[in-house]
């Protein structure tokens, strides 16, 4: 069972807030990774880390933020929130080396702007 | 550009056989993956495949080609609870995963 959990799983808030989405793992994984999805449609690349001090962007532009501190917390930052953030946000990790880079998912946070 | 693409729907009977196909053309190629998702609900991982051939594990078998940029999943004795999107995805040379739309696969009774 992968150990990756996201908080909160439903969050709705209204425009022009900052919020936080947590995402931690307990399974020692240097890689994680945000995507955003829309019901039905494919999963989109936002952030990822290689490790601690170590964050990209993804393939889909936007105004979210992200650290990596510690190797187990990936959290993304919305400064300021609008109604096209709403989505659902998966976070992911994989360990570094090995046959293949399997991505486990946490449950997701579902994200409504009012 | 990276192309991942896999038909948006297929239905199917319980006990039945059925095949998600998936094509892809990206740069570099370092294994494709077949990831389960419910609705509502985060991706399962359900198959990797880096060599031509066929992977069973289980009701599910997976196959690639990589001369042909082919995978398909193969599903037998279908059962109520494998209604839901397969998705597809491509490790590229840069390690990174090229994601297809997913296949919604609805079973009737």
């Known amino acids: 069972e992968a150990d990756i959990y996201q908080t909160p799983r439903y969050l709705v808030i209204g425009t022009g807030k900052k919020i936080t989405l947590e995402c931690s793992q307990t399974m020692g994984h240097d890689k994680m990774y945000w995507y955003q999805q829309d019901p039905g449609m494919e999963l989109h690349l936002i952030h990822y880390?290689?490790?601690?001090?170590?964050?990209e962007k993804g393939d889909l532009s936007s105004e979210s933020t992200v650290s990596r501190i510690r190797t187990e917390h990936f959290p993304l930052t919305l400064e300021s929130a609008r109604p096209s953030h709403t989505s659902q946000y998966l976070c992911?990790?994989?360990?570094?080396?090995?046959?293949?880079?399997?991505?486990?998912f946490g449950p997701g946070t579902r994200l409504t702007v009012l | 550009g990276q192309n991942i693409d896999q038909p948006t729907e297929m239905t199917a009977t319980e006990g039945a056989i059925v095949q998600i196909n998936c094509t892809y053309q990206t740069s570099g190629f370092n294994g494709l993956f077949w990831y389960q998702q419910h609705a509502g609900e985060a991706p399962t991982f359900l198959s990797y495949?880096?060599l031509d051939g066929l992977e069973e594990k289980g009701r599910f078998s997976s196959f690639l080609s990589r001369s042909k940029g082919y995978s398909y999943l193969l599903l037998k004795e279908l059962q109520m609870k494998d209604s839901a999107s397969y998705l597809c995805?491509?490790?590229?040379?840069?390690?990174?995963?090229?994601w297809g739309a997913g296949t919604k696969l609805i079973i009737k009774p």
């Open positions: 880390s290689y490790g601690v001090n170590s964050t």
């Open positions: 495949n880096v």
């Open positions: 992911a990790s994989s360990r570094t080396g090995g046959s293949y880079n399997e991505q486990f």
């Open positions: 995805a491509v490790l590229d040379s840069n390690y990174q995963l090229i």
